[in-house]
């Protein structure tokens, strides 16, 4: 088993401690030394062995807990990690030529069921951005989307007739956090008519909502043509 000299990486600590837990020394449950033993033991500053502890505990190997220490895991609990590129990324990707078109784009209360799914306060406004996306002619993505004008008041003044609403908020607004749904919805008339399916057959559905710094930023449901893949790595 490799043991870290003198100057060690965090690299170095990752990989020992990997070793420790792969091998039993280190069994399901165990309580790892402390970070200042840990530093000791391997002759290097607590920061770096806080950056190989945390980065096992992002990758699922260990849990840490403020002041109860850090323990092996009994199964790695493992991320899904999602690419989610624009739109025109994964159409030119595919080698086909991009194409926006805007639907309709209008400013309206929030309907209940939006504000009941967004926790929004009373009477809230929002930007309700209907459009789609093609590979060349055939249908790509229907999108329909929400934008909080409250979060976003820029949002206002935007012009989506050449460029998408998930383009120009990439461009303007940060998020902090972001929650995705993935389904098959039964496509409706509206659906059917842009994807150019029949009404009523299943289609890859995705819904996603942003937040910036706990305020709501925008609700988009996703609809794709028939053939979309989406891919992840675990």
């Given at each position: 088993m490799t043991q870290p000299s003198e100057n060690t990486s965090y690299k170095d600590i990752k990989q020992t401690v990997l070793d420790r837990i792969r091998s039993g020394?280190?069994?399901?449950?165990?309580?790892?030394?402390?970070?200042?033993?840990?530093?000791?033991?391997?002759?290097?500053t607590r920061t770096t062995v806080n950056r190989a502890l945390r980065e096992l505990a992002d990758e699922g190997f260990l849990e840490r807990r403020r002041k109860a220490?850090?323990?092996v895991l009994a199964a790695p609990q493992r991320q899904a990690r999602f690419t989610i590129p624009l739109v025109r990324d994964e159409v030119e990707a595919?080698?086909?030529?991009?194409?926006?078109?805007?639907?309709?784009?209008?400013?309206?209360?929030a309907p209940e069921w939006l504000s009941a799914r967004l926790a929004l306060k009373?009477?809230?406004?929002?930007?309700?951005?209907?459009?789609?996306?093609?590979?060349?002619?055939t249908p790509f993505q229907y999108e329909d989307r929400w934008i909080v004008i409250e979060s976003v008041p820029q949002v206002e003044q935007a012009d989506f007739t050449e460029t998408g609403p998930n383009d120009w908020l990439v461009q303007t607004v940060p998020f902090t956090n972001v929650e995705l749904t993935f389904m098959a919805s039964r496509a409706d008339s509206t659906v059917a008519g842009f994807l150019d399916v029949p009404e009523g057959e299943p289609?890859?559905?995705?819904?996603?909502?942003?937040?910036?710094?706990?305020?709501?930023?925008t609700f988009a449901k996703l609809y794709f043509a028939t053939g979309y893949r989406m891919t992840t790595q675990i």
């Open positions: 020394e280190w069994r399901p449950e165990t309580l790892l030394p402390n970070e200042q033993e840990l530093a000791v033991e391997f002759s290097c220490g850090t323990r595919l080698g086909g030529t991009y194409r926006y078109a805007l639907v309709s784009s209008e400013t309206i209360p009373a009477d809230p406004r929002v930007l309700h951005v209907r459009c789609m996306h093609y590979s060349g002619n289609v890859f559905t995705a819904e996603r909502i942003t937040w910036l710094q706990g305020q709501p930023v």
